[in-house]
């Protein structure tokens, strides 16, 4: 059976159920796939943009408390965070959500 999200550090149970969301079932595949892409997923599922969330996450997979993100390595996460953010909403913006979703799946909304 597989290892629950939850059964790695820092994680628990909100971060089971919005990994299970996102699609993400194990910890083996949290492992699998990085806390850069699960956090992308993350976001793409809906869950909001929260930093302290992604360097947990992060901090997590390498088996560290949380609270041992100082300095250098957290503004380097700073920097990677900021870029996952930038890059699912630019992907928001590209896709109709809602009524102009579905108007454009139906044809009346003009291309652009």
Not at 24 to 36: V, Y
Not at 74 to 87: C, G, N, Q, S, T
Request: hydrophobic share 45%; with cysteine.
């Amino acid at each position: 059976m597989a290892e629950p999200v939850s059964s790695i550090r820092n994680l628990g149970p909100a971060m089971d159920a919005a990994c299970a969301q996102a699609g993400i079932t194990s910890a083996e595949q949290l492992r699998e796939i990085g806390a850069d892409e699960a956090y992308r997923r993350l976001l793409l599922s809906g869950m909001r943009p929260h930093f302290i969330g992604y360097y947990v996450l992060v901090m997590g997979l390498q088996g560290r408390p949380w609270n041992d993100c100082k300095g250098d390595e957290k503004k380097a996460l700073r920097v990677r965070f900021d870029a996952i953010k930038a890059e699912v909403a630019e992907r928001a913006d590209a896709v109709p959500s809602g009524i102009e979703r579905f108007l454009d799946e139906i044809g009346v909304v003009a291309k652009k």
